[in-house]
């Protein structure tokens, strides 16, 4: 009794268990056959209107597969209106279409002014991927915590000193709390959003919590229906394992050797988006704004780097770009407010992408075939990669001959080994097949219920008398088999004409062929013998 008990509740704690965590079966990156490029602006750090906001996504739109990446929170500002925390429109100041909150001073989009800009993307064909960072960054949402809630309920989620002050406490039930809040209420806002970007830039309070608070949001976002996105500086060759392959990676630095390189974490399988800080990222201020170091920038990416370059000017050497999604340059505002000139941040982050853009390139295998399938890699190809190709004939067919040609229609070398590697070029891999000959098939024509057969120029003839005949010892289909005889390989059909004649056609050999006619003749020459036996017997009673 104890023991059934004992196991009813071993089964109430599973399923209890089950249903408290969560089960992920579809850790698995996204496919991506193209490159996918975009811009990072951070408007919680400095105020973009409506409009400037859409010169963006206008300068996007003028390249295939891009998006725009807004970057809605920070230490100085929550840049995104916030119903949790009450910073919403109703309760805001305007002037001449910027709502600003009276409790902060400080400026933000209104939910209205988001769907206005999202929906714009969308008739441009750019993405738009909202980011609230958190756990770190997190001052900005601190102090509109501390007006509505107060300190003591703000500074037990926010327990950190120094440079931690802007870390939220993760493993704080209230902190959590806080947090599903926020993103309840974004996730229901940005529910037609393809990504969502969590953050998690350089947290530091709990680090052996990072990756459980990752997975833990990653399959929130995951139920909602997004892609998550997060920076990479939390992911070290050792937690890494434990990370939601699903989780796309804003690949951006790697603090030391203990850190995942942008290669570990392809190799690994997830999805990497290059956004190498000395290439890729612009912070305006007043010391790099001027026309010198505008242009070394956009100079030194057109010269220097490449989709392999994922941390200052290390080169990984990719092997392929299965899992590279991409690149991004991030225009980030901390120190934006000595730069006066709004034109200039956007002329210079357009000039990086469209250089960033023209170096980011792979090519594409097109296949050519009839009566056949043919399987190889179509998208995405590195120059250099080795590319294997098979193919299955379709029925009645078999290969011919492949042939692969690049762009100029010069031949590319395909190996012994079923492979080619790929050139500077896109190629056309093209497989021809061909019918399969098989030799025609005589008819095979078969008399049946023979009273006459021909054995090699032979003649037996049944023997008839009133009592008995050789009818009533042997089968219609036993004679019937007698009817063949061999020549060579073949069995030759004789016709049942009473003469002694043969056939010229033939049909293909049996492997039982020579076994019946041994038989069949056997058969033949026993009835015979009896035959003769009856005829003397019945010759002798005459006597």
């Not at 990756?211 to 892609?227: A, H, V």
């Not at 193919?391 to 012994?416: K, M, P, R």
């Not at 492997?511 to 015979?528: E, H, R, V």
């Amino acid at each position: 009794m104890k023991k059934k008990i004992l196991s009813i509740l071993l089964c109430i704690v599973l399923i209890i268990t089950l249903c408290i965590v969560p089960v992920r079966a579809d850790q698995t990156a996204a496919t991506y056959n193209y490159f996918e490029n975009g811009i990072l602006l951070d408007v919680g750090r400095k105020y973009y209107t409506v409009d400037e906001i859409k010169q963006y996504i206008d300068h996007l739109s003028g390249y295939d597969r891009t998006y725009i990446q807004m970057h809605f929170t920070d230490d100085e500002n929550v840049g995104i209106e916030c119903a949790y925390l009450d910073q919403t429109k109703a309760n805001a100041t305007e002037s001449d279409g910027i709502y600003t909150n009276p409790a902060t001073g400080k400026p933000f989009l209104t939910y209205d002014q988001v769907t206005e800009l999202m929906n714009y993307a969308k008739t441009k064909n750019v993405e738009f991927i909202p980011e609230i960072d958190v756990p770190a960054h997190m001052y900005g949402f601190r102090e509109l915590s501390r007006i509505k809630f107060g300190d003591e309920y703000t500074n037990n989620m926010f327990r950190g000193s120094g440079e931690e002050v802007t870390n939220i406490d993760i493993v704080q039930p209230e902190s959590m709390n806080f947090i599903m809040s926020l993103y309840d209420e974004y996730t229901e806002f940005f529910k037609d959003c393809k990504h969502f970007c969590l953050g998690f830039d350089e947290y530091t309070y709990r680090i052996d919590e990072k990756i459980d608070f990752i997975n833990t949001m990653d399959n929130y976002l995951t139920s909602k229906g997004f892609i998550t996105r997060i920076w990479n500086d939390s992911i070290t060759l050792d937690n890494m394992v434990n990370l939601n392959k699903d989780v796309e990676i804003l690949y951006w630095i790697r603090i030391n050797e203990n850190y995942a390189s942008m290669i570990d974490l392809a190799n690994a399988g997830f999805n990497c988006i290059n956004c190498n800080n000395y290439y890729l990222f612009f912070v305006p201020w007043i010391n790099n704004t001027n026309q010198h170091d505008l242009d070394y920038t956009v100079n030194d990416i057109r010269e220097n780097w490449k989709i392999d370059i994922s941390d200052k000017t290390v080169v990984e050497n990719l092997e392929n770009y299965d899992h590279m999604i991409g690149g991004m340059v991030s225009t980030w505002s901390e120190n934006a407010a000595s730069v006066n000139d709004d034109q200039l941040i956007y002329n210079q982050t357009a000039r990086m992408f469209d250089e960033m853009y023209k170096k980011i390139y792979a090519y594409y295998t097109t296949v050519n075939t009839e009566h056949g399938t043919v399987s190889t890699k179509l998208y995405k190809i590195k120059q250099g990669e080795k590319i294997p190709v098979t193919w299955q004939a379709d029925e009645g067919y078999e290969f011919e001959s492949i042939t692969i040609t690049d762009s100029n229609n010069n031949n590319v070398e395909f190996l012994e080994d079923k492979t080619f590697i790929m050139p500077e070029s896109d190629v056309t891999v093209t497989v021809k097949f061909k019918p399969i000959n098989v030799p025609e098939e005589t008819p095979n024509n078969t008399t049946e219920n023979t009273t006459t057969n021909t054995i090699e120029n032979n003649v037996v003839a049944p023997v008839e008398n009133t009592t008995n005949t050789i009818e009533n010892l042997v089968t219609n289909e036993i004679v019937n088999e007698a009817s063949n005889t061999i020549e060579g390989n073949n069995i030759v059909e004789l016709p049942i004409t009473g003469e002694n004649t043969t056939s010229t056609e033939t049909k293909k050999s049996n492997p039982k062929t020579g076994d019946d006619f041994i038989c069949a003749y056997i058969i033949l020459f026993t009835m015979s013998v009896l035959s003769l036996i009856k005829l003397v017997m019945y010759l002798k009673s005459k006597k």
